[in-house]
């Protein structure tokens, strides 16, 4: 199953490589060279593939939980200060995707939406301590009734050139729907209440739409 995000790009990848393993077997005679090429081909068709799927998640929807917006690996627990919207101290839990790793966005909580906004920016690498400050991003904060409000981050990265929100403000979404999609790998920052237990550790692995990561 493929995320619709995706339906354009796999099919201008499938007619490239249909039309280059055609040119291939025409012009290409040297036995080696034609079968190597046409690997690439498949190979990179299969990367196309993979960056796009979208494989199905069962949310157990509970409004005391937090559960993981994306596929990807821990990279920041801590508290900060978080200026565009609550502008006070929150606790910030950062998970990063790579190339190899689902780039679906899912609702953490269930609630309002109360704030969507893009910001056009850089594309430091992800994990640049400013790419949440300085990288193209959007910012949503959802209200939930238990919880409070909730503010996540879409953040492109080095190779992420788009990030696809859905959230518009008064939305009523459901926890572990789809929210939007980073194209390409990138990061998601989520913005949570002190007093938030964290039910992860840095450098783990997360699976988005499923697991818990925090609890109120």
């Given at each position: 199953?493929?995320?619709?995000?995706?339906?354009?790009?796999?099919?201008?990848?499938?007619?490239?490589?249909?039309l280059?393993?055609?040119a291939?077997?025409?012009?290409v005679?040297?036995?080696?060279?034609?079968?190597?090429?046409?690997?690439?081909l498949?190979?990179f068709y299969?990367?196309?593939?993979?960056?796009?799927?979208?494989?199905?998640r069962?949310?157990?929807?509970?409004?005391?939980?937090i559960?993981?917006?994306?596929?990807?690996?821990?990279v920041?627990?801590?508290?900060?200060?978080?200026?565009?919207?609550?502008?006070?101290?929150?606790?910030?839990?950062?998970?990063?995707?790579?190339?190899?790793?689902?780039?679906?966005?899912?609702y953490?909580v269930?609630?309002?939406?109360?704030?969507?906004?893009?910001?056009?920016?850089?594309?430091?690498?992800?994990?640049?301590?400013?790419?949440?400050?300085?990288?193209?991003r959007?910012?949503?904060v959802?209200?939930?009734?238990?919880?409070?409000?909730?503010?996540?981050?879409?953040?492109?990265?080095?190779?992420?050139?788009?990030?696809?929100?859905?959230?518009k403000?008064?939305m009523?979404?459901?926890?572990?729907?789809?929210?939007?999609?980073?194209?390409?790998?990138?990061?998601?920052?989520?913005?949570?209440?002190?007093?938030?237990?964290?039910?992860?550790?840095?450098?783990?692995?997360?699976?988005?739409?499923?697991?818990?990561?925090?609890t109120?």
């Amino acid at each position: 199953m493929f995320h619709k995000e995706g339906f354009k790009i796999i099919l201008i990848a499938t007619f490239i490589v249909g039309l280059g393993i055609i040119a291939i077997e025409n012009f290409v005679s040297i036995t080696w060279l034609n079968k190597s090429l046409s690997a690439l081909l498949l190979l990179f068709y299969i990367i196309i593939l993979q960056f796009f799927r979208n494989p199905k998640r069962h949310t157990v929807e509970n409004n005391n939980h937090i559960i993981a917006p994306v596929d990807g690996k821990v990279v920041v627990i801590e508290e900060v200060f978080e200026k565009e919207y609550f502008k006070d101290k929150r606790l910030q839990i950062s998970i990063f995707m790579s190339p190899l790793n689902v780039h679906v966005t899912r609702y953490a909580v269930s609630g309002k939406v109360k704030y969507s906004k893009y910001h056009p920016g850089k594309y430091l690498v992800a994990w640049h301590p400013k790419a949440s400050e300085e990288n193209e991003r959007t910012t949503v904060v959802v209200e939930n009734p238990e919880i409070g409000e909730v503010l996540y981050r879409q953040i492109a990265g080095a190779l992420a050139k788009r990030i696809v929100n859905y959230a518009k403000p008064e939305m009523q979404v459901i926890q572990g729907s789809d929210a939007g999609f980073i194209k390409f790998g990138s990061r998601v920052d989520l913005f949570l209440p002190l007093n938030t237990v964290v039910n992860v550790e840095l450098n783990d692995k997360v699976k988005g739409g499923e697991q818990i990561i925090a609890t109120l």
